[in-house]
Structure formats: C-alpha cells, structure tokens
C-alpha cells in the first residue's frame, strides 16, 4: 500500500492528476450550462496529458548513458538474455498483464473524449490515473 501511495504524490502526479481533474470538471459544467468548448478542452488534454503519456512512456530510469560493450561482454549479455528469454517464456507475473491492462485502458479512455455527449464523463482523470498507477 505504501508503494501506491507515493506515485500518486510524485511531482507529475500532482500536476497532472489536478490538470486531468481541471479539464474534465470545465467539460461538466459546460455542458450543464448547454454549452460547447468546441473540442478546445480536448485539444488542451490532448497536448498536456497525450504528450505527457507518450513521453513519459518512452523514459526509462536511471537516464546514464550508454557505452558499447567489448566482445566478451557482448557474447555475455547475449547468452544472459537468451536465458531471460527461455525464463520468460516459462513464468508469467501477473504484474506484467495488469499494467498492460491499465496502459491498454488509459488509452482508450482518452480517445472517448472526442465522441460528442460522452465527453462529458471525467475520462482525463481516470486515464490519468490508469498512467499512475502503471509504475
């Protein structure tokens, strides 16, 4: 329970969880009010929390650079992953099918803010929180 917590109160999670909140709470009242944003909130999520998403999808930890490895090291890290693969392939983790799951999700979520009255459902907030909880 203690791991969960501190990724919803990590720096991005703070910004984006209330910017998430932010855009679907506009839509709402817009909406109670009959009145259209002109997909200006989508766009607005779309280039924040899209561009957010995909970045932060393609960051790996640690961020060092890489140097190339001599041969020995080479044939070493090969037979290492031929070895992880064939361990791959025996044992499935749960954790591996549940944040694809969640990945799967967020995604889908977030293109159900274009269809018209269903963009009024807090879809940038639970995207948002499917992204997070992907560790």
């Given at each position: 329970m203690a791991g969960d917590a501190g990724n919803f109160m990590s720096p991005e999670a703070l910004i984006m969880?209330?910017?998430?909140l932010t855009l679907d709470v506009i839509g709402i009242v817009l909406v109670c009010f009959a009145l259209?944003?002109?997909?200006?909130?989508d766009?607005?999520?779309?280039?924040?929390?899209?561009?957010?998403?995909?970045?932060?999808?393609q960051v790996k930890e640690g961020?060092?650079?890489?140097?190339?490895?001599?041969?020995?090291?080479?044939r070493e890290q090969?037979?290492?992953?031929?070895?992880?693969?064939?361990?791959?392939?025996?044992?499935?983790?749960?954790?591996?099918?549940?944040?694809?799951?969640a990945a799967k999700w967020a995604k889908w979520?977030?293109?159900?803010?274009?269809?018209?009255y269903l963009g009024v459902l807090p879809f940038w907030t639970i995207s948002t929180f499917f992204i997070l909880k992907e560790e």
């Open positions: 969880l209330p910017l998430a259209d944003d002109f997909f200006i909130t766009i607005i999520g779309w280039l924040t929390l899209g561009v957010w998403s995909a970045f932060r999808s961020g060092a650079t890489i140097e190339m490895p001599d041969i020995e090291e080479r090969t037979q290492q992953f031929k070895q992880t693969q064939k361990e791959i392939k025996t044992a499935k983790t749960s954790k591996a099918t549940t944040t694809t799951k979520i977030r293109f159900l803010e274009f269809v018209p």
